[in-house]
């Protein structure tokens, strides 16, 4: 309470940037999940990534322990814009009166996120294509061979212009407005489920984390095939004018894996996302709390 919009612009990117150091591991092995078989049948390609856990070891043995945090500088600059500007727009919404109508929570939060994902477009672009990198006999999808995020930025920028760096952001916008929807409708109500049964104390963090766990479930089922087709839209080779070789955009690609790696296809690395959701959520709420009382 009593904290202005631009305040929560710096607490929300800070908060972000907290929870992303310790979550971004699971990024790095959802990205390799939802590009592995990309485009193939079930049971036809080399599966090098077999599940998180199993996933985690073959990202170690490939690219060392600090191959878990690959692409973290990409993640900070993505989770500081994405939620500095979604805090920012929802507080907006509040000092507005919009979240005190029916729905109005929700779509407050599916807008300031979608507003987010598209400032934060060229930021999780970068990202994608770092945490994809590795060594060919473990290699998943399109090997971009990006130096650091800089020199990532730039060969984008040079060869492609600004309309390059916002390639995929037809993805980005629904995958979190969908994401920040689904989140907002259902993690006070499965925090106080929790707390009904008298899991744990009212009020606490272990709550609020259970009720986080909860919540991912139907975030992870709702958010993942949007989560899948954005990973693919930024991660593909593009031609010269930077059309994508393999999807001509958002429907398209949904088709193109539904037909050739079915229905599942939609849903690779949902393991690794609702790992991530749950902690990521607390996290991100707790250091923002912590930092408004401040």
């Known amino acids: 309470g009593g904290v202005p919009p631009a305040a929560d612009l710096v607490l929300g990117a ?12 699971l990024e790095v092995v959802k990205t390799r999940l939802q590009l592995q078989g990309e485009l193939q049948p079930p049971g036809t390609y080399p599966r090098p990534y077999r599940g998180v856990l199993q996933a985690v070891g073959a990202v170690c043995r490939a690219d060392g322990l600090q191959g878990l945090q690959k692409g973290l500088a990409a993640s900070l600059l993505y989770q500081g814009l994405m939620n500095g500007v979604r805090f920012y727009c929802y507080s907006h919404a509040e000092d507005a009166g919009w ?4 729905g109005g929570t929700v779509a407050a939060g ?4 979608a507003v987010g994902a598209f400032v934060s477009s060229p930021a999780y672009l970068v990202k994608t294509h770092l945490q994809a990198q590795t060594l060919a006999a473990v290699a998943v999808g399109h090997q971009h061979n990006h130096e650091s995020i800089s020199k990532a930025f730039e060969s984008i920028y040079k060869q492609h212009g600004v309309a390059g760096l916002w390639r995929g952001v037809t993805g980005a916008v629904p995958r979190v407005a ?10 006070t109500s499965a925090k106080d ?3 009904e049964r008298q899991w744990f104390r009212e009020g606490s963090w272990a709550a609020v ?10 975030v992870a089922v709702t958010m ?29 690609c949904i088709l193109q894996i539904s037909s050739k790696e079915g229905l599942l296809g939609l849903y690779k690395g949902i393991g690794a996302v609702y790992l991530r959701l749950g902690p990521h959520t607390v996290l991100s709420l707790f250091f923002w709390d912590e930092l408004r009382k401040m």
């Open 14 to 25: 800070v908060a972000g940037c907290l929870a992303c150091v310790l979550t971004n591991p």
């Open 99 to 102: 979240t005190r109508y029916p």
């Open 110 to 113: 599916a807008v300031a996120g």
């Open 178 to 187: 969908v994401g920040s929807a689904a989140q907002l409708a259902t993690f």
């Open 193 to 195: 489920w929790v707390c």
């Open 209 to 218: 984390l259970a009720g986080g766990m909860v919540s991912g479930v139907a």
């Open 224 to 252: 993942t095939p949007f989560d899948v087709v954005s990973t693919r839209l930024y991660n593909q080779p593009v031609d010269a004018d930077g059309t994508g070789k393999l999807y001509r955009g958002f429907l398209d």
